[in-house]
């Protein structure tokens, strides 16, 4: 894999507004590890293999409320699994798409603004941009998450707590910005939330089971409801 330098600046500039999200964002992630009883090794390193913003979100809201393993790893999985179909997407237009290490770089790191940002270049990507877009990111998220942490050593304690509401906030603005084109997406997070209360309320169901089977049935129905060309399908 040959390193083009002009590449690698070229995604570093690309980035750098990815790398000024992510951080902020990450900022509140890591407070939220720190009040979730990890470590500073454990949060950092859950940002540095995991590189999933949302997904390590609700992976902390599914631990913080006693989730099964099982349940969190599977919820996790269901909520990432539209990074495989993006990555494949992109991989489509590498200028060297039999790299294998190219490949796993890109399948690791192409997140939603990564994919986004590569999306509209109007030109074959190389494995130098991408690596530069994707380690800007990268830094991003993980200097965030750790600067987050260790910031909660002097914060006070309602501010530490204060941060477990990031996660509905960020679900909340994805929402919004997703019913605004469509109104199919309230139906389909009107049918989850329903259906999560049922299982919690009624069955008695714990919250990370409630949770999966909910987020399955969601799926399931959106899947149904929606047209190949509202989700992007050729």
């Given at each position: 894999?040959?390193?083009?330098i002009?590449?690698?600046?070229?995604?570093?500039?690309d980035?750098?507004?990815?790398f000024?999200?992510?951080?902020?964002?990450?900022?509140?992630?890591?407070?939220?590890?720190?009040?979730?009883?990890?470590?500073?090794?454990?949060?950092?390193?859950?940002?540095?293999?995991?590189?999933?913003?949302?997904?390590?979100?609700?992976?902390?809201?599914?631990?913080?409320?006693?989730?099964?393993?099982?349940?969190?790893?599977?919820?996790?999985?269901?909520?990432?699994?539209?990074?495989?179909?993006?990555?494949?997407?992109?991989?489509?237009?590498?200028?060297n798409?039999?790299?294998?290490?190219?490949?796993?770089?890109?399948?690791?790191?192409t997140?939603?603004?990564?994919?986004?940002?590569?999306?509209?270049?109007?030109?074959?990507?190389?494995?130098?941009?991408?690596?530069?877009?994707?380690f800007?990111?990268?830094?991003?998220?993980?200097?965030?998450?750790?600067?987050?942490?260790?910031?909660?050593?002097?914060?006070?304690d309602?501010v530490?707590?204060?941060?477990?509401?990031t996660?509905y906030?960020?679900?909340?603005s994805?929402l919004?910005?997703?019913?605004r084109?469509?109104?199919?997406a309230?139906?389909?997070?009107?049918?989850?939330?329903l259906?999560?209360?049922?299982?919690?309320?009624?069955?008695?169901?714990?919250?990370g089971?409630?949770?999966?089977?909910?987020m399955?049935?969601?799926?399931?129905?959106?899947?149904?409801?929606?047209t190949?060309?509202?989700?992007?399908?050729e």
């Amino acid at each position: 894999m040959d390193i083009k330098i002009k590449d690698v600046k070229e995604g570093i500039h690309d980035g750098f507004p990815i790398f000024l999200g992510y951080f902020t964002t990450a900022l509140a992630f890591g407070l939220l590890t720190r009040t979730s009883g990890f470590t500073f090794v454990e949060g950092v390193l859950t940002s540095m293999v995991t590189f999933a913003g949302s997904g390590q979100f609700l992976m902390m809201n599914l631990y913080n409320a006693g989730s099964l393993l099982l349940s969190i790893i599977v919820s996790v999985f269901f909520i990432n699994s539209r990074y495989i179909f993006m990555a494949s997407s992109l991989s489509q237009r590498l200028d060297n798409p039999r790299s294998i290490l190219g490949r796993l770089m890109c399948g690791f790191g192409t997140v939603d603004e990564v994919f986004t940002v590569a999306s509209f270049k109007g030109h074959k990507l190389s494995y130098s941009y991408m690596a530069g877009l994707i380690f800007t990111s990268y830094v991003g998220w993980v200097s965030g998450t750790a600067i987050g942490y260790a910031g909660g050593t002097f914060l006070p304690d309602v501010v530490q707590k204060a941060a477990v509401i990031t996660v509905y906030a960020m679900f909340a603005s994805l929402l919004g910005g997703e019913a605004r084109r469509k109104c199919k997406a309230m139906l389909v997070a009107a049918l989850s939330a329903l259906l999560n209360s049922l299982l919690i309320l009624v069955l008695g169901l714990s919250t990370g089971l409630s949770f999966l089977i909910s987020m399955i049935a969601a799926t399931i129905f959106g899947a149904l409801i929606y047209t190949d060309e509202e989700v992007g399908i050729e």
